[in-house]
């Protein structure tokens, strides 16, 4: 049984930083593409970033230069580091797996894992 569990989230300041971690169990990151996404409330749930097997990185317009995303494959855990944040980045945020390789990487529906979620709160 595959589980993914974030954690590191919590309540900051504008221009301040957090660091969100999503392990998983039952299934190995270093052979899958890892995705975070956010939902806000009474929106969408959206694409932050990902990264994929061979390491290549993709990140939401929005948050380029601000979030980075890594992976440690030794503790099957993928990051997503999030610096000079903002009051609109406040969100529950999901990580995911589990997407075929040829699906986009930005599409919700692609990715069949998904942890329970950790709020990010951003005062300002």
């Known amino acids: 049984q595959v589980q993914l569990v974030e954690s590191g989230g919590g309540l900051v300041q504008a221009g301040g930083s957090l660091r969100l971690s999503c392990a998983a169990s039952?299934?190995?990151?270093?052979?899958?593409?890892v995705a975070w996404f956010r939902q806000a409330p009474r929106k969408e749930r959206e694409f932050v970033a990902a990264i994929a097997w061979n390491g290549a990185i993709t990140v939401n317009a929005d948050s380029v230069g601000r979030f980075t995303i890594s992976r440690d494959n030794a503790k099957n855990t993928v990051y997503l580091q999030m610096n000079s944040l903002k009051p609109e980045d406040t969100a529950i945020y999901y990580c995911?797996?589990?997407?075929?390789?040829?699906?986009?990487?930005?599409?919700?529906?692609?990715?069949?894992?998904w942890g329970q979620g950790t709020q990010v709160t951003v005062s300002s």
């Open positions: 995911a797996a589990g997407a075929d390789r040829s699906a986009p990487v930005r599409l919700r529906g692609a990715y069949a894992y």
């Open positions: 039952g299934r190995t990151f270093s052979n899958d593409r």
